[in-house]
């Protein structure tokens, strides 16, 4: 069974994924130390090079639940979107985010770069363009990718304190953002 199938490496991983938050939770990732994160998750230091190459591949991995919750916070709802209502889902992926602001601005820097804005702009940009193909929305790989761009450039600001608002507030401007990007005739 390969690394990636075996459930031993996953516990492992996901164990690492923990300390690494909770680590996070006491200082910025820039002064963690592999030994810190291997003593709280009660692996040793080879097992964890045995994962990852370093501290920011691990953060990158124990983040991505953070594009998954986005990508699935934006697609959280059916019907025609009522602007003044955004979806729970989404309320709640900003103040989940809130939780993590520090680690999360390591990641994704001001504008949507760093090593989480590429993959948050990518599953973004294809779960959109999905949804608009499937809806039979016309100009979907446009509309995908100003949504997707929209989206990680505004949460990485805000992570950041350029946009100034709290979850809720900030969460609901985004949604009715989004939905103008949507229906915006571009022909």
């Known amino acids: 069974m390969s690394a990636a199938g075996d459930?031993?490496?996953?516990?492992?991983?996901?164990?690492?994924?923990?300390?690494?938050?909770?680590?996070c939770a006491d200082r910025p990732l820039a002064d963690l130390a592999v030994a810190a994160v291997v003593r709280r998750a009660g692996v040793g230091r080879a097992t964890f090079y045995l994962h990852y190459p370093d501290l920011s591949a691990l953060a990158v991995d124990a983040c991505a639940g953070v594009v998954r919750d986005a990508v699935e916070a934006?697609?959280?709802?059916?019907?025609?979107a009522d602007p003044a209502a955004p979806p729970s889902?989404?309320?709640?992926?900003?103040?989940?985010a809130d939780?993590?602001?520090?680690?999360?601005?390591?990641?994704?820097?001001?504008?949507?770069?760093?090593p989480l804005g590429p993959v948050l702009h990518r599953e973004?940009?294809?779960?959109?363009?999905?949804?608009r193909e499937l809806a039979g929305a016309p100009d979907?790989?446009?509309?995908?990718?100003?949504?997707?761009?929209?989206?990680?450039?505004v949460l990485a600001d805000w992570l950041h304190g350029?946009?100034?608002?709290?979850?809720?507030?900030?969460?609901g401007r985004v949604w009715r953002l989004l939905i103008g990007l949507h229906r915006t005739p571009l022909g």
């Open 7 to 23: 459930p031993r490496a996953e516990r492992t991983r996901a164990k690492l994924r923990a300390a690494l938050l909770a680590e």
């Open 74 to 80: 934006l697609h959280a709802w059916r019907g025609v």
């Open 89 to 96: 889902a989404l309320v709640g992926f900003f103040d989940r």
């Open 99 to 114: 939780t993590h602001r520090g680690l999360y601005r390591e990641l994704l820097a001001p504008g949507g770069g760093g």
């Open 124 to 131: 973004l940009r294809e779960r959109s363009r999905t949804e």
């Open 140 to 153: 979907a790989p446009l509309v995908a990718a100003a949504v997707a761009g929209a989206f990680t450039g």
């Open 162 to 171: 350029l946009v100034d608002e709290p979850p809720a507030a900030v969460a």
